[in-house]
């Protein structure tokens, strides 16, 4: 990724590799495959001390990225404000936009013949998507969020939508784990929805996740990523430890992760989906 950047502070990065290997002391180069990364395994095996340095400090620089976000949500209040950042007053409008945009995609994909259908909430926070919007949709919706209050909230958030039933439109599982160690269960959902939380991992550990995640989805399943976007290159918040990307860094993420995109929305809000 070569597209400039820079970070909350002002600072300017003339690259993406340049900005992640300041921010995690490694550039966070996206593997093509996990083929490539198997091959290149019996060679780091014999690297030499100063590489082994090397990449044990990129190791440390790595768990404080995640540890530094994760303090920063461990301080937000576990409400929709909250998780909003100040902004609920967006909660309907979200819904709404989410709402338009796969209802259409469901009746494409699956029609109107009855099916059991299971999506994952990635990032779920307090399970507002889940509440407000996924359980409209799908008869049993897991969540997985690494912030333990956050997740104890969602649990008492949608208790009355926990009930045992093949039919019913229940939060199903609860799985308080962050995406980049993340592994779904094979073949489990029609729809992994990805909102608001991505801009938490690095590129490579972006290309990560989702070609694990592949394996979570059922034939004919897809993901959902609605992201807030950046208008070139990419833009750094080093308060929270995210990263805002342009739709040509999606683009060219996706690519490395072998997906193809079937549909885009960009609305008002500049966010995409």
Known sequence: ????????TGREFSSAAEMWAHEIGVAATAPCSAAAVAEATPASAAASNGDAGEEAYGDGKRKEWYSKAISYWQGVEASTEGVLGGYGCVNDVDVKGSDAFLRPLLAERFGTARRHLVALDCGSGIGRVTKN????????????EP????????RENLTGCMEVGQDTNKAANFYCVPLQDFTPEEG???????QWCIGQLPDDDFVSFFNRAKIGLKPDGFFVLKE????????????????????AYFKELFKKCGLYIHSI?????????
Request: net charge negative; proline share 0%.
């Open 1 to 8: 990724m070569d597209s400039c950047g820079f970070d909350s």
């Open 147 to 154: 912030v333990s209050h956050f997740l104890e909230a969602a």
């Open 188 to 194: 489990r959902y029609d729809v992994i929805w990805i």
């Open 228 to 247: 807030n976007t950046a208008t070139n290159g990419f833009v750094l918040d080093k308060e929270d430890n995210s990263v805002t990307r342009s739709d």
């Open 133 to 144: 919007f996924l359980l409209r949709h799908f008869n049993e919706v897991d969540l997985v």
């Open 265 to 273: 929305k960009v609305n008002e809000a500049n966010t995409i989906e």
